[in-house]
C-alpha cells in the first residue's frame, strides 16, 4: 500500500467528519447528507470512477457505484462494500473539541463520526483510489454504496434503495460493513471480532384503555395503573441465557484467550475483564427489553381512558416469534401490543471463503492475531441488505491501543479513531481485496 493511501485515510476522515449530517429522526429538521455525498461522488470521480446519487427525499442523499476494472474475475459477483454518511447528533459544549472540526490532535482524528462511521468511509476511499491509481484491481467486481439515514434505521437511505432501487445491489450476494474487524486486547492477545449477525429489531407500542373519569373518585379501571404495572412487570423480567452460534463461538474464544471456563451463570463477570464490549456482549446473551417512552393524560384531575408506552426490543435472529409471544405474557391481558416499527435479524455463516479472507487479510499485518464472529446487540443497514439475500459482514479491521475505549466511543463524547488504527486498516482492507 502507498504511502499516499495512508496519508488519504487520514485527510478524508478529517474532512469527512467536517460535513455536519447529524440525524435527528424521523419529522425533524437536519442537514441532510446531500454535501457529504457529493464530495464522495467528487473524489470517485477524481479517478474514473462515476457515482449516481440518489435522493428518498431533498438532501437525503445516497451514493451508488460500480467499480470492475481489467483485471477483475466477472464470473464472480459483486461484493457490496457500504458505508452510512449520517451520524447522531452531538453536543458541542460537552466536547473538548468541536464535534465538526475533525481535528487531528494526540495521533488520533476527533470528531463525531470517527468511529461510526465516517472512519470506514475513508479507509474505502484511500484504498479504490489507490488501487486505480496504481493499477490494481480487486479480486472481484465492487460496488460501493454510501446511505444516508442509518442512525434512523435506514427509511430513506438502505432499506428505501432495496425497496425502490434494488436493481443497483441484488447482483451482489455478500457484504461487508460495519461494525467488526477491530481488535480487542484479552489477555495480552488480540482477537479481532468479525461481526456476523445482528439481534432483529421490534419497537412496541404498549396499550392499556380504561375508564376516563374524575381524578378525585376511586377508579378499579384506570389505564395509567394497568400499562404502569405492564411496564414495571416487562423491564423486571429476567430473560432467560439464549445462546446464538455466534455468541458461542465469542464466548468460547474468550474464554481460551483467558483461560477460564465460560460459566454461563456467571458470564458476565467474565465478560467485565474485556472493557466496555463487555455491554455489548453481555447484551447478546438473551433477548432484550427496554421501556422507553411513556404518554398519558392531559390534566391533573383527569383519569385518562387510554395509555401507552413505547419499548424497545431486541431479539436473538431466529426466534422472533419466542420472544413477541413471552413479551405478551409478560404484559398480561389487560395490555395489548402493537409493533411500531420491525427489522429483522441478520445471520452470515462463518469459516467460508469470505470469512477466511477476512482472517488471512488480518495475519497479513499481525500474525498472531486470532479472529472469532460476534453477534452485534444494535443494528446496520446490513437489515436492508438481508432482505434481498445478502449475506452481511462488519469488518471494519482497526488494530487498535488495549487501553482503547473503542465501543464506549460509538455515539459518545470526545469521539475518535487513531491515526495509527486507520492505516493499519488500509494495509488489511486493501489485502482482502485481493482474496475476496
Request: net charge negative; with cysteine.
Amino acid at each position: 500500500m502507498s504511502s499516499s493511501a495512508h496519508d488519504e485515510v487520514v485527510q478524508f476522515t478529517s474532512e469527512l467528519i467536517r460535513f455536519d449530517t447529524s440525524n435527528f429522526g424521523p419529522g425533524q429538521d437536519q442537514p441532510g447528507e446531500r454535501d457529504v455525498a457529493e464530495y464522495v461522488a467528487a473524489t470517485l470521480d477524481e479517478v474514473g470512477i462515476a457515482a449516481q446519487l440518489l435522493e428518498s427525499e431533498p438532501r437525503r442523499t445516497t451514493v451508488v457505484a460500480s467499480w470492475a476494472p481489467p483485471g477483475v474475475d466477472p464470473s464472480l459477483p459483486p461484493l457490496l462494500i457500504h458505508g452510512h454518511t449520517d451520524v447522531v447528533p452531538a453536543q458541542a459544549d460537552q466536547w473538548s473539541v468541536d464535534p465538526f472540526s475533525g481535528e487531528i490532535r494526540d495521533g488520533c482524528v476527533w470528531g463525531r463520526g470517527a468511529v461510526d462511521m465516517k472512519d470506514f468511509d475513508a479507509i474505502v476511499l484511500a484504498i479504490v483510489r489507490d488501487r486505480v491509481r496504481t493499477g490494481r484491481a480487486p479480486r472481484r467486481p465492487i460496488r460501493l454504496v454510501f446511505t444516508a439515514d442509518e442512525e434512523a434505521g435506514g427509511p430513506l437511505g438502505s432499506v428505501w434503495l432495496a425497496r425502490h432501487h434494488p436493481d443497483l445491489i441484488a447482483d451482489c450476494t455478500q457484504a461487508v460493513g460495519e461494525v467488526g474487524g477491530f481488535s480487542l486486547t484479552v489477555a495480552g492477545r488480540r482477537m479481532y471480532v468479525i461481526q456476523t449477525a445482528e439481534k432483529g429489531l421490534a419497537w412496541l407500542r404498549l396499550i392499556a384503555e380504561g375508564t376516563a373519569g374524575h381524578g378525585s373518585m376511586r377508579d378499579d379501571d384506570n389505564a395509567v395503573t394497568q400499562l404502569a404495572q405492564a411496564v414495571a412487570d416487562l423491564g423486571a423480567y429476567h430473560w432467560p441465557t439464549k445462546l446464538h452460534p455466534a455468541q458461542r463461538a465469542f464466548l468460547d474464544s474468550v474464554s481460551e484467550a483467558l483461560g477460564l471456563p465460560m460459566e454461563l451463570d456467571d458470564v458476565e463477570q467474565t465478560l467485565a475483564q474485556l472493557g466496555s464490549i463487555a455491554r455489548m456482549a453481555g447484551a447478546t446473551m438473551s433477548h432484550t427489553v427496554n421501556p422507553t417512552m411513556l404518554q398519558a393524560g392531559y390534566k391533573a384531575n383527569v383519569i385518562p381512558g387510554v395509555a401507552e408506552a413505547t419499548v424497545d426490543g431486541r431479539y436473538i435472529p431466529g426466534a422472533r416469534a419466542e420472544f413477541l409471544e413471552t413479551v405478551r405474557q409478560v404484559i398480561g391481558d389487560k395490555v395489548r401490543m402493537e409493533i411500531l416499527h420491525e427489522q429483522p435479524g441478520v445471520e452470515a455463516p462463518w469459516g467460508t471463503p469470505l470469512t477466511d479472507a477476512m482472517t488471512a487479510a488480518i495475519r497479513q499485518y499481525d500474525p498472531q492475531a486470532t479472529t472469532t464472529p460476534f453477534l452485534m446487540s444494535a443494528g446496520t443497514d446490513a437489515k436492508a441488505w438481508c432482505e434481498l439475500g445478502i449475506q452481511c459482514y462488519g469488518f471494519t479491521p482497526l488494530q487498535l491501543p488495549s487501553d482503547f475505549d473503542f465501543v464506549g466511543l460509538f455515539h459518545g463524547v470526545d469521539e475518535r479513531v487513531p491515526i495509527e488504527s486507520l492505516r493499519f486498516a488500509v494495509d488489511v482492507f486493501d489485502h482482502f481485496l485481493d482474496l475476496a
